[in-house]
């Protein structure tokens, strides 16, 4: 069985479909993970340069954002002294408001500061691990975190580092990078294209048939259940999931989860399996999904109904899976 969900209203219309078109991919590894891009090409529009355009935009999101390369603009902000203000490229400045007005938000489930934590449970750069930390080790390196402690000068791009802090975008950067590709393609002149990195999604234009791009919604797999799968047309749209079943480990029959809850220090714990955010961005899917994760069930779907998302919560249970929707969610069905 499947359902299919459609968009409710365009920001714009889309542009007419290339029936004489021809649908290229290209392929590539980023970020830990891998990309694809689908892109129509009309008739005698050739594909050179544009795999070497789209692997340029993603090492500069490296280049700017990630906490992995001791080079990148996000570990030099990391490593400066305390007090000291640092500018930042116009891209990693605006994914830090972005990542900000998100954590405002959503009370600091989701927190741009929170990469010490992460770094301690294992899922940072310092490496895995297979145990739980110490409880005095979680509230030393929490009281290096804190969103609140971020002060910006948007005027000039400059964000200051008050002392110990370290940003973490590795929630939001991949959507960036998605959305980053779709803005480079469109650019081009390749209007219709559908761009995935980590299984993060945006779908512009339309294939040469007049269809859109349909994907479908990630989901884990519940033992001896056939879920229904469920299409989501993304035109003009973007996807992101986050879920509780793709990095962990275990430790005395306890699964420690890579989404840490940064307003305890240790990852969430709750029957939530997964969350789908739908919407416009992908940077926007990407964080907020992360945010609804940690908040959990009840307190994830207050808030995404009150942000109006469209977003999608599968929580275990002895049986399976039970589905909550949210109203925008459920709108799309048809």
Request: net charge negative.
């Amino acid at each position: 069985m499947h359902r299919v969900l459609i968009p409710v209203a365009l920001s714009a219309p889309p542009p007419s479909p290339v029936p004489q078109g021809q649908v290229r991919q290209w392929v590539g590894q980023t970020m830990g993970t891998t990309w694809s891009v689908s892109a129509v090409l009309a008739p005698g529009q050739h594909g050179d340069g544009i795999e070497a355009g789209i692997v340029g935009v993603l090492d500069g999101v490296i280049a700017q954002m990630s906490n992995w390369s001791d080079t990148s603009d996000v570990s030099r902000f990391n490593r400066a002294a305390a007090d000291s203000w640092l500018t930042l490229p116009e891209d990693c400045f605006a994914v830090l408001q972005a990542a900000l007005q998100t954590a405002r938000d959503s009370g600091g489930a989701y927190d741009p500061t929170a990469g010490p934590l992460v770094d301690l449970w294992g899922f940072g750069p310092a490496g895995a691990r297979t145990s739980a930390p110490s409880v005095d080790d979680v509230v030393r390196l929490r009281q290096r975190c804190g969103w609140q402690r971020i002060e910006v000068d948007a005027a000039h791009r400059r964000v200051r580092q008050p002392g110990g802090i370290a940003l973490d975008f590795c929630a939001i950067a991949k959507g960036f990078a998605v959305d980053a590709v779709s803005r480079h393609l469109h650019a081009r002149g390749l209007s219709h294209h559908l761009v995935e990195i980590g299984g993060e999604l945006r779908g512009q234009g339309l294939k040469p048939d007049g269809m859109p791009w349909w994907v479908e919604l990630e989901a884990p797999v519940a033992d001896g259940s056939a879920p229904t799968r469920t299409l989501v047309a993304l035109l003009g749209l973007s996807v992101a999931t986050s879920g509780d079943y793709r990095r962990y480990f275990e430790q005395d029959g306890q699964r420690f989860a890579h989404t840490i809850d940064p307003r305890t220090g240790y990852p969430a714990a709750h029957a939530l399996a997964s969350v789908t955010v739908i919407h416009r961005d992908c940077m926007m899917a990407d964080a907020l999904s992360t945010a609804l994760t940690v908040l959990g069930p009840q307190a994830g779907m207050a808030f995404a109904q009150r942000q109006a998302l469209a977003a999608r919560f599968l929580v275990r249970t002895p049986d399976g899976f039970d589905e909550h929707t949210t109203p925008a969610f459920a709108a799309m069905l048809s």
